[in-house]
């Protein structure tokens, strides 16, 4: 019998259990000024382009952002080394525009970016070698803390290459740090939550396929377990499940629907884009309006502008060379500054009155 003492009623004790939201300090990483030599690695370069690897989101934001910071050409106002430029092959089958969007592409991604930049005794370049930064360490000297010379391991050892030999580019570097901060890294949490839920969504359609719980009329377990491969083959062929009446009912799996596990999807999508400095417009047009894509562009503007400066003027600090990648068309005429101009959104606030002495 139940006991209905209402001064038996208790509470819960979350407060120990449940712990308070906590900022974890970050410190930069500098040069040591007692050390000759500090050397920054970049070992964890593996693992974020695994991220690109295996989340296509996270491809398709750095591809967007690069492909419209470089691949509407370049401009050099000296022939003699927009001729060089011209000239180069990478890897052998790669023109500059190529080397500069993988150049970005994985600054985005890793942080740091390097290309080995070759040339002849009178300075004239000949090729330019993109180089992955898991085999790279920048060397910084003492006591200025400045860059020295970069180290490539070659498999059984370190080679040196002089400053004036490499193109380095830094994602966001702040303060003394020396390196840069890693897109995906920032981006890192709503990556694993979108993969998490995708996972899980995709096991939840996968079981769609299941008819539901089985109530039989007996409680044989070889009768159940006979009844039940058969109900498993009738569902991975699609075919007819045939049964005795009243021998078992089959209902439906007590589930949520897919409404809640969609939009947590779509707010991690979004958040991610946003997080990595590209509109989900630009990267995709799917479930986005006409005046929002055109937003989504006039946004975009000073995000791939801002890399196109930061690569003209690391190529103009380090190599002397003064390049202007083209920019695509701006969409910000496309803003009417009048409300008049705005067709269909017109007397959205009152007009200004002009007083008359003449009543009506």
Known sequence: MSELNISAATTT?????????????????????????????????????GYVYEIPEIFNAASALCTWSVNRGWTCKNPSVMA???????????????????????????????IEVKKNDKGIILNMIPISPERVRVVFGKPSGLIKRYDVWTGTEWRAIKRE????????????????????????????????????????????????????????????????????KGVNKGEMIGLPEGTAKIEAFPARGSEDRTGWLQYLDNLFYQIFGVPRSIASSDGTSEVGGKMGHVIFEPIYTKEQIDEEENWELQHAIMIKFNRPPSLGGLVKEEEAKNTGQTQIQPNDSVVTLNRE
């Open 84 to 114: 060089q430029l011209k000239h180069v092959r990478g890897l052998g089958n790669q023109t500059f525009t190529q080397i500069m969007w993988s150049h970005l592409f994985m600054k985005l991604i890793v942080k740091d970016a390097f």
């Open 165 to 232: 030999n490499m193109y380095h580019s830094t994602n966001k570097r702040i303060g003394d740090q020396m390196g840069g901060l890693s897109q995906v890294e920032m981006a890192k949490k709503v990556v694993e939550a979108k993969a998490e839920a995708l996972a899980d969504e995709r096991i939840i359609k996968h079981r769609d396929k299941a008819l539901g719980i089985v109530y039989y009329q007996t409680d044989k377990s070889g009768k159940i377990t006979y009844v039940n491969s058969q109900i498993e």
């Open 13 to 49: 004790n979350l407060t120990g259990t449940v712990p308070d939201f906590i900022v974890y300090a970050k410190s930069l990483d500098a040069a040591n000024p007692k050390q000759d030599e500090t050397y920054l690695y970049f070992d964890q370069a593996a693992q974020m382009l």
